[in-house]
């Protein structure tokens, strides 16, 4: 897709609200890569992270009357985030695990020394659904942990087990991915 | 490890495999993009629209014309066919003295029956100038039941009985034994000689034109009129056919019938004909 002509947010913004296809098409144009990256670490593949591109660009264009200001690209990388949940909450199975039995990783950043993205995003993509939402939101989003229980409707013990959980399946994986390289 | 994950992503971007925005179009306006997205199906569209014209005029149009065309015959029929005027009634039972075979037959032959009922419609139209026109529509649904009954042979005579239902009976329209016995006794002895090989009857429509001479003809039911006279020939017997020729004298009293007795040599094949004023019934026995 060829990018057109680069409009500040306001222009983009005003011009969503009156409804105009160019104005939406060019708001598209300047963030759906972006936005479908973060999409592409929510999903289990390619094409789930498009379905999630396509419902989160709908929904920013129904409720673009709601923005009031503010960074457009966070406003929509939220919506993009609160889709990628909604998509996956009904396969979503949030494993119950006490907050005292939660694992206490400790955490190995030379893991990630020399990879690139996609094979990150290749390890992150093969978590479980539930991992993976959780690991997305508190390592890279930054939201925490009672944010996420609120986000995904799970208590703030099992958001905390359920990264515990994330980090050593990544930790173990990324070794072996380290391994290999 | 946090914040390499988040340097890590920051400025990810990638390409979708597929347009998504086209997508996202035919939901944000779904009237524009669904037309051209769907065209191919327009043709199946529209044939469905159409078919289901056609069927709304069929079902809704055309059965008042039916009954329209039904209440001119009931109008038009009287002097020639008292039987289908609501105002008129034929001969509630005739009896004819007749030769009959020597098998014991007790059957009957019954033809369509249906209530007899007229309605009327008034509608008013007002026109643009003021004036008011008036619609008068008024509808006759026909009717008719008849019964034939034929007695055993140990009587000896064809006894055609027939009723009207829901309609007052008047003076019969007289048929002499004497008239009916020319047709019906050469048929019956004609065919009675071939009854042991009984080979289907057929009924021929013939163009009213040639009502004397039923040479042209097409295959087909028996039909009066526009009424359906339902008669399985296929089944009948000589005294069924003798009692179906006498109804049919008795309708038509001042038409004449023909009864053919046709032996082919060649064929060895024997061909039984009653004609009668718009249709005849024909039956070959034997072999080609």
């Given at each position: 897709?060829?990018?057109?002509?680069?409009?500040?947010?306001?222009?983009?913004?005003?011009?969503?609200?009156?409804?105009?296809?160019?104005?939406?098409?060019?708001?598209?144009?300047?963030?759906?890569?972006?936005?479908?990256?973060?999409?592409?670490?929510?999903?289990?593949?390619?094409?789930?992270?498009?379905?999630?591109?396509?419902?989160?660009?709908?929904?920013?264009?129904?409720?673009?009357?709601?923005?009031?200001?503010?960074?457009?690209?966070?406003?929509?990388?939220?919506?993009?985030?609160?889709?990628?949940?909604?998509?996956?909450?009904?396969?979503?199975?949030?494993?119950?695990?006490?907050?005292?039995?939660?694992?206490?990783?400790?955490?190995?950043?030379?893991?990630?020394?020399?990879?690139?993205?996609?094979?990150?995003?290749?390890?992150?993509?093969?978590?479980?659904?539930?991992?993976?939402?959780?690991?997305?939101?508190?390592?890279?989003?930054?939201?925490?942990?009672?944010?996420?229980?609120?986000?995904?409707?799970?208590?703030?013990?099992?958001?905390?087990?359920?990264?515990?959980?994330?980090?050593?399946?990544?930790?173990?994986?990324?070794?072996?991915?380290?391994?290999?390289? | 490890?946090?914040?390499?994950?988040?340097?890590?992503?920051?400025?990810?971007?990638?390409?979708?495999?597929?347009?998504?925005?086209?997508?996202?179009?035919?939901?944000?306006?779904?009237?524009?993009?669904g037309i051209f997205a769907y065209r191919k199906y327009m043709w199946a569209a529209a044939a469905s629209v159409a078919m289901l014209f056609g069927i709304g005029y069929f079902s809704i149009y055309l059965p008042k014309n039916q009954?329209?065309?039904?209440?001119?015959?009931?109008?038009?029929?009287?002097?020639?066919?008292?039987?289908?005027?609501?105002?008129?009634?034929?001969?509630?039972?005739?009896?004819?003295?007749?030769?009959?075979?020597?098998?014991?037959?007790?059957?009957?032959?019954?033809?369509?029956?249906?209530?007899?009922?007229?309605?009327?419609?008034?509608?008013?139209?007002?026109?643009?100038?003021?004036?008011?026109?008036?619609?008068?529509?008024?509808?006759?649904?026909?009717?008719?039941?008849?019964?034939?009954?034929?007695?055993?042979?140990?009587?000896?005579?064809?006894?055609?009985?027939?009723?009207?239902?829901?309609?007052?009976?008047?003076?019969?329209?007289?048929?002499?034994?004497?008239?009916?016995?020319?047709?019906?006794?050469?048929?019956?002895?004609?065919?009675?000689?071939?009854?042991?090989?009984?080979?289907?009857?057929?009924?021929?429509?013939?163009?009213?034109?040639?009502?004397?001479?039923?040479?042209?003809?097409?295959?087909?039911?028996?039909?009066?009129?526009?009424?359906?006279?339902?008669?399985?020939?296929?089944?009948?017997?000589?005294?069924?056919?003798?009692?179906?020729?006498?109804?049919?004298?008795?309708?038509?009293?001042?038409?004449?019938?023909?009864?053919?007795?046709?032996?082919?040599?060649?064929?060895?094949?024997?061909?039984?004909?009653?004609?009668?004023?718009?249709?005849?019934?024909?039956?070959?026995?034997?072999?080609?």
């Amino acid at each position: 897709m060829q990018l057109t002509a680069t409009y500040r947010d306001e222009e983009l913004v005003k011009g969503c609200q009156n409804n105009e296809p160019r104005m939406q098409q060019a708001l598209y144009k300047q963030h759906y890569r972006k936005m479908f990256g973060v999409c592409l670490r929510y999903a289990e593949n390619r094409d789930d992270a498009a379905d999630i591109l396509q419902d989160g660009f709908v929904q920013v264009f129904k409720y673009i009357d709601s923005f009031r200001g503010g960074s457009l690209e966070g406003w929509i990388r939220r919506i993009m985030v609160n889709m990628a949940i909604a998509h996956y909450r009904k396969k979503a199975r949030f494993q119950t695990t006490d907050i005292e039995t939660a694992y206490n990783v400790k955490e190995d950043e030379t893991a990630l020394s020399g990879m690139s993205s996609q094979e990150i995003l290749k390890v992150i993509q093969e978590l479980p659904t539930g991992y993976r939402t959780v690991f997305n939101l508190y390592e890279i989003e930054g939201y925490t942990h009672p944010e996420i229980s609120e986000m995904i409707g799970i208590s703030v013990g099992t958001s905390k087990s359920q990264l515990s959980r994330a980090k050593e399946m990544l930790r173990n994986k990324l070794g072996v991915a380290t391994n290999e390289y | 490890m946090k914040n390499l994950f988040q340097e890590q992503f920051e400025d990810f971007e990638d390409e979708p495999d597929r347009d998504v925005w086209a997508a996202i179009e035919v939901e944000l306006r779904p009237k524009q993009a669904g037309i051209f997205a769907y065209r191919k199906y327009m043709w199946a569209a529209a044939a469905s629209v159409a078919m289901l014209f056609g069927i709304g005029y069929f079902s809704i149009y055309l059965p008042k014309n039916q009954a329209v065309e039904v209440a001119h015959q009931a109008v038009k029929v009287p002097e020639n066919e008292p039987i289908i005027s609501p105002e008129k009634t034929e001969a509630p039972e005739i009896v004819a003295s007749e030769t009959m075979p020597s098998t014991p037959v007790q059957t009957v032959v019954q033809e369509t029956v249906s209530p007899t009922k007229a309605t009327q419609s008034v509608k008013r139209i007002k026109t643009a100038d003021g004036r008011i026109l008036i619609e008068k529509t008024e509808t006759y649904i026909v009717t008719e039941k008849k019964t034939y009954e034929v007695e055993p042979e140990t009587k000896k005579q064809v006894q055609v009985a027939q009723s009207m239902e829901k309609q007052p009976v008047q003076s019969p329209t007289l048929v002499t034994p004497e008239e009916i016995k020319p047709a019906t006794s050469a048929v019956v002895a004609a065919v009675a000689q071939a009854e042991q090989k009984s080979e289907p009857w057929k009924v021929y429509n013939v163009p009213s034109q040639a009502s004397n001479a039923p040479t042209k003809s097409v295959k087909t039911t028996a039909k009066r009129q526009g009424n359906n006279t339902q008669l399985d020939l296929n089944n009948t017997n000589p005294v069924q056919l003798a009692s179906f020729a006498s109804q049919q004298l008795n309708k038509v009293a001042n038409t004449p019938v023909k009864v053919n007795y046709k032996e082919n040599k060649k064929t060895n094949q024997v061909k039984y004909e009653i004609g009668f004023k718009d249709f005849k019934i024909v039956r070959k026995v034997g072999k080609k």
